[in-house]
Each structure stands twice: as C-alpha cells, then as structure tokens.
C-alpha cells in the first residue's frame, strides 16, 4: 500500500466516509504490529517501549515524512488509539476466555506496551465502561482513547482533536474518575 | 447515567476535584442544592477517584508525563529542574556538580519511552545542527553524552531572561528598541540560512533576551539542513504530532509542502507583528483544521498599526502606520515569492526604515534599484568559516546554472559535483574539528581551502567573462571576511588586500573586453575603494591614494554619461571624499581642500534636491564638518565656527524629515564636538564645556542603543578623550584623568579586537599621551612620564612599521616635546 493511498483513505475517512476506517484498521494494525516485533527483535536491555513512539513510527512508515500535513496526523492518532484499543481488548477478552489452564502465547503488541498482562479483565471492563462513556459524550471517550492508548500528552491531545486543553484536562480528569469507578464496580 | 445528568455531573465533579478535601463539602452542599442525584453521583466519584485499586488508569498518565529526572545526575551535571518539555525531549535546568565550576547549563535528555531509532536519530540530528551553529544570539552547545540507560543528552548554554514579548511588554519598549531586538534575531537566523540550517519553528518563546538585552535564540529539535544529501534527513525531519506552532506558521507548512528559508522568514513576519502590535498575526476562532486552513493559507492579516491596542506601552499607532505595516505584510505574503528573498533582505528593509531609507515593501521600482544595489554593495558577516561555506555552495550554484544555460552542461556537473564535494568536506571537518578548543584555526583552515580552490578556478576561467565575474565577487567577499574589523574575522588585512586586489584584476580583465559597460566600471570601482581601503587600514596611505585617484576617474565618467543620475553623483562625491582623506593623512593641505570643495559642492546639489533622502543631509552634513577642520587647522577659527552651524543647520533640517536617522544623529554629535574645539581655541570655555556635553549625551544614547556596533563605542571614546582634553585645558585634571582612563579604556578594547588596524593604535597613544598632560597638569611628574613613555612606544612602533599617518607623526612630535618638557 502506498503513502499516497493512506493518505486518501485519512482523507476519505475525515469527510465522512465510515467504510474508509475499516480499510485503514487492518493495515494500521499490520503495521504496528509489524513494528512492535522488529523493536523486541532488536531489543536493547531493559527498554520499554511506548506507544506514542510505536505510532508515530507507523505513520512515518504508512504516510510517509514528506506529509507533514498535521490534520492527516491526527486523524491518524484517532485510528491508532482505535486499532490499538481493539488489539488490546481483543487479546485479553480472548485471554479472559481461555482463562487458567492452556497457556496463550502474549501477542508482541501487548508485550511491547506492557498494559495487559495480570490486568486483562480490567482492561475488558475498562474498555466496556469506555463504550458506555462513548454514549453518554462521544468526545470525551476519544480524549480517553488518545491519552490512555496511544500516549499522547494533554497538549498532544488537545492539538490532535481541535479543542483546548483545558477541555482536555477536564475531560481527561472527570473521565478518570468515572472509569476507576466503573472497573473497580465490575471487578470487584 | 444520561448525558444530560452526566453534563452536570461532570461539571461539578472536575470543580471538586481542583479543590481541597476539607473544602469540597461545603462547595458541594451549595452547587448540588435542590439536584440529589447529581449529589449522589459526584459524592461516590470523588470516592472511586480518591481509592483508585486498579491502577490501570496511572500507566497513561505515566506514560504522557515521564518520570521526572529533578535530582539525578547526567555526566557531570545535576539536574535542577524541569524547565521545558518538547515532543520527543525534556529540557532541565543542571549545574556542574564536580566542583569545578558553579556554572548553570540546560540540559536536553530524551524522554523515557521514546528512545526508538527514529527518535533518536531526530535527537542526534538537533545535536549535530547545535555543534554546527556558533553565534552570540544562538544558544551554545556545551558536550554531549549518553546517560547509563544509553539515552542520548546534550547540554547547552542556559539562558536567563526572559521571553521576547515578556521582555518588551515589562519595559515598555519603544518601536526602535523593538527593531533592535528583532535584528538580532535576523542575524541569528541569518546566521543559520547561511549554514543552510532552516530553524522551522521560530516564534517568540523560542526567543530570550538575556538581562543585558542579548536576544538568544532557542530549540532548533525540528529544524532541517537544506543540502540535498545531509545525513539524517530522509528519517529525521518529522516527529511528532505537530511539529510547528500553529500561530507562526507559513501557509506551505500547513499545507505540508516542502520549507525553505522563506518559511522562516514568513515565521519572523509572524514573529515581528506580534512584537509591534502585541497580537497575534494568525487569529483563529478554534483550532480546527479547517479554520487554521482559512485563517493560515486563506486570510491576510490586517495591518499591525490597525490592531494595535491602547495598552501597549512604548508603542503608539503612528509609530507602526507606513512602512512598517508594509514591511510586516511584506514577510507575511501567503505566496513565497512575495517575501521577502532572505532574511537578510527583511533585516536589511528594517534598517532602512531605522535609518529613514526609502524601504524595498514600498514598490517594485524602489525594491529592484535597491536589490541591486545590496547585492553590490552586501557585505558578509557572521563567522569566517560559515561565509566561506556558503560562498562555496554559492558559486556552486550560480556556476551550475550559468552553465546549463550555455549548453556545456557535463562540465558544468561535473564542476558542481567538484564544488559539492568540497563543500562536505568542509562541512565534515567543521563538525569533527568544532568540538575541539581553539575553533579560529579551524576557520582559517577553511577560508584557506576555500581560496585554493577560487584559485584553481580563476586560472581555468581564462576565456569566461561571466564566471571571472563571479570569481571576483567571491574574492571580493572572502577580503571581507579576512579584513572586517569585527569579532568574526581573522584580522588579516594583508590577506584581504591579496583577494581584493585579485578581485580587481578579475574585473579589469572583464571591463578591458567591453570597456563603456557602466555596470563593469562601477564593479571596477567598488574594487579600488577596497584596495585602498585596505592599504590605508595597513598603513599605507600613499599607495591607497593612487587607488583613490582612479576610482575618482571612473565615476566621473559614469556621472559624465548619465548626469541625471544621482546615485553616479553620490559615488563621484563619495570619491572626492576619500580622496580627501588620503591626501589629508599624507598631509597635502592644498589637496585636501579643493577635494572637500568639490565633495561638498556635489553634495548641496544632492541635498537640494526634493527626492533627498536622509543619507543626502547626512553626507552634506558631513561635507560641511569635513571643511570646517581644515579651516579650523589653517587657523581660521571664525570661518570654521560658520561651517559647523551650517552643518548643524543641514543635521537638524534632515532630523526634521528623518527622525530616526542614526547618522544624522551622529552628524549633529560631530557637528557639536567641532563647535566645541573652536570654542576651546578661541577660549570660549563655558561654550565649549556645554557644546562637548550635549554631543556626548547625544553618543551615550546612540551607544547605548546598539552595545555591539563598534563604531558607535569608538565614537563615544573618542566623546570622552575630548572631554578630558577640555578637562585638561580648563585646569580640572582630576575629571580630565577620569574621563582619559574611560576612553583608554574603550580604545583599548577597541584596537585589541583589531590588531592590524594603525589607527586603533594611534588613538590608544593619543588617549595615554593626553593622560600624560593631566598628570603633568597635576604635577605627578613620574605619572606623566610613564604615560607618555608608553604613548611614544606605541607611535613609535607605528613610524617603524611604516604605519603612521600625518596624526599620528603630528601626535609623536607632540609627546616628544612633552618629554623635553618635563626635564
């Protein structure tokens, strides 16, 4: 796939075009996932990997360096935060079902970003409880899905969305609250 | 949870949240009276936010925020504090914490969790760009390392001050000041261009003033070489979500096209609005792509002065209507090609304007007669070295494209293939040799490469107008950078008379082919006055007069063939002048007359005329002193009185027209010290007392405006040796000594930043001879003596050397006899 057929498919997808999205997670997943390996083959002692890292290298690598074009960049860091969500959440719900007993080899993403491991369940009810957070305001949910899963920082957050960072922070801190609410509800 | 009950939920909770635990009763009871359920809801939030068992939430705010490294020690340095954060580094304030010295440095590690390839290349990239930049208004590289985990750091200079805007809006800075501060930002960036480093990302927190209103430009982490195959590019050149601040963005930048030099001149455009209005240039109604689209590529800026507020201190309207709204909008043109070419050409049209030169933002005409004109006449600054490069890759380029032009297309790529390699060739030893202590032998080395291969050129363009031409303009820059008396160059005027005078014989040989081409002559010209100029800085006078004489001849038949043209007539006067000068330092008075008589005839005309600009009264004014001292050295003390009023009068009327014109400040100055000599002659004290004060205010000011212009301190020096003389003739020799020791003190600076330079010297002599009088005055018989011991070593050196002048001869005898005097 070249840069310029992602780039069509950001753009596709930023004017509305919901079947666009579906197009650009497998290949956004491959890519990731692709990277993730190669960054544990070539593992340096002690190094751990962050998602914001992981993401901006696959972008370089899908749209290429010469399309600074920020609204690509953001659109970008929505579908990764998406795509790295449902690698996540899949895997531990998969994990949650095969639970105790066979043991389930660990995908390299998951390893890489070391988020699920023991918290597998937690990570089903967090990603649930973000789905009722989505009904209830959708923005606030994505606020969450860029800072939790791809590691952007509030200002990051609030560059890639459009909105202010004091948005941002209030989002992000009633969120928080909500969510540590619903998981431990549901955990516990 | 609805969203609407969640709206209100969300509101109240983030305000309790911000508060303390003792305080969120009270504040809830009063904001959910009357709404239980939101009461409810907020209560056991607050809770679960308070209790949190899973921890699964932290990881994100651990992984945006980074483990602070506040206390840990980097190679030999303690870090303090955070001080900045950008998209793949944390910057911290350290100090040394070996014992060695107390010195306060930032340090720039790369953030945990982001060291991957890329990243790390971008990092190296910014240090390699930082180990290639040395200027005094871009933070210095101090070393660089790798801390125990193997993350890359650099440690830099770190600047205390504050924030360009900061700084302006606290003390209410006039407009001038402002320019002033912004022109050291050009240089810098200037300075960058021509190291061909585009900064990117150039907007007023990424620019300091120290206390002593040094501005210091910051953060070059996104910033791109230009060369086509520089190491690092293909990976290095964008990280991060958004790699440049939207409000100093160029429209190409948005649009993600390629950026060169323009689009930092676009972002100093954006820099400079703000500083002159205390608005921003880009203002959106949110930050979506689509309105920073409209408002980036789509929407022209209204004019500065038309949104400059009332609250702005130091600044009114009037001061930014007219040319500097041209000049602001000018750099902002949405199309590239409307910019400005370069930043210097944007530096060089707020000079314009600070000096009340008609401004190239004002019309096509005036901007091509006056491109000309700086492409002529520009001379290089900043560091030899970088000059040398860039003449390099300059000559690359010009040679390459006349070339193409002329079909001989595989010479010409070859030659550019030559020039090329050259060039990374220097560029690879600047980088391996910069880190080394000792850097000016580094930059001698790379001027002397540099001269090796124009050499090896210039015997190939035998049968080549064109590329000789080019050839003597390249050696032409390469004598400014040998012999300009700055902080920047080598000091060695024998070396730069060598390229001056190859540069001459280039342009003669080209002028001998078509010998009426008015654009050859003037080029022929330019080359003598610089010979002179240098034989005259080297000493020898008589040899830079026959220069003189011949660029005198060529001018005037230039004027004789366009008598209407007034830029011929000022270069005819101009050559009068020097020619002046030199016959004064030979000491032919009759000369020296009938040449200023001339000079000063062309330049009445000049001045009369209605399109006189503000250079026109300077140079009258300058005529005017120029003969009132000779009258006054013939000894008539009345004629020469008359001749300083008029060029008073001639400085006042341009000041009346020209405001801002610093020359023309500086013309009064002059005006007022000669009027002030006259008086002391004719002992008229108390006039010459007031006279020599008001011109030394008028010094201190225009000094003080500029610390760096050094023509500006030698001027106020040579303000407080007249002021000791008078001192010393009134019979006050305790305020003559203070006011000697303060000029020896500057002129000594002065001639040790300038070695080669014979009048540096004398002055340094002149001002311990005077110093000698004041003892002498004061009967410390032993003072005296030393004084003018060391004064007469020093002229005496000069007359060994063959260096003095008909001053300094005059000022030996003079010290001489003193020393009789005193036995």
Redesign the interface.
Known sequence: MSSDAVTRLLHSWRDGNKAALDELLPLVYTELRRLAESQMRHERGGHTLQSTALVHEAYMKLVGQEDAQWQNRAHFFAVAARVIRRILVDHARARGAVKRGQAMPKLSLDEALEVAGEKEWELVALDDALSRLAEMDEQQSRVVELRFFTGLSVEETAEAMGISTATVKRDWATAKAWLMREVSRSVS | ???EL??QV?EV??EA?NRTPAERSAFLAERCAGRPEVLAEVE??????TT???G??E??DQ???AADLSGTLIGNYRLLEEIGRG?MGTVYLAVRDDGQYQQRVAVKVVR?????E??LGRFRYERQILAFLSHPNIARLLEGGSTQ??RPYFVMEYVEGMPLLAYCQSKALSVQARLHLFLQVCSAVEYAHRNLIVHRDLKPGNIMVEHDGTVKLLDFGIARILLPDAPGL??A???????FTPEYASPE????E?VNTATDVYSLGAVLYELLSTRRAHRFQ????T?M?RVICETDPPRPSSVLGPQVQGITRGDVEGDLDRIVLKALAKDRLQRYSSVEQFSEDIRNYLEGRPVLARDATIRYRAMKFVRRNKVSVGAAAAVALTLIAGIATTTWQAHIARTERDRAEQRFRDVRRLANSFLVEHDTLAALPGGTGIRAKLIQKALEYLDSLSREAAGDASLRQELATAYEKMGDVQGRPDSANIGDTASALASYRKSLALRESVLAGDPGNPQLRQDVASSLARVSGALKRAGDYRGGLEFDKRALELRKLLLEAEPGNRAFRRAVAASYTTLGGSLFQVGDWAGVLATRRSALKLHEELAADPQADGDDYRSLNLAETRMASIYSRNGDQAAAARMYERSLQTARKGLEKFPRHVQLRLGLAAGLSGLARVQLAEKNYSGAVANYTAAHELYQEIAAEDPQDTRSRSMLATSHYRRGRAYTILGDAGRAAKELQIALKMREQLAEADPVNAGAQGEVAEAQAALGDAAARLNQRDAAREWYRRAHAILQKLQQEHRSNSASDDEMARVTAAMKDLH
Request: aromatic share 4%.
């Open positions: 949870m609805t969203p969640w709206e969300r909770l983030y949240l056991s939030l607050l809770l679960a936010a949190d068992t899973t699964l939430l990881v994100a992984h945006a925020g998209g945990r969790g982001m060291d991957t890329l990243v985990e193997g293909e990976e050149h964008t990280v991060g979500p958004l790699l930048q948005i649009r993600g390629p949110d930050r979506t792509p309105e689209d």
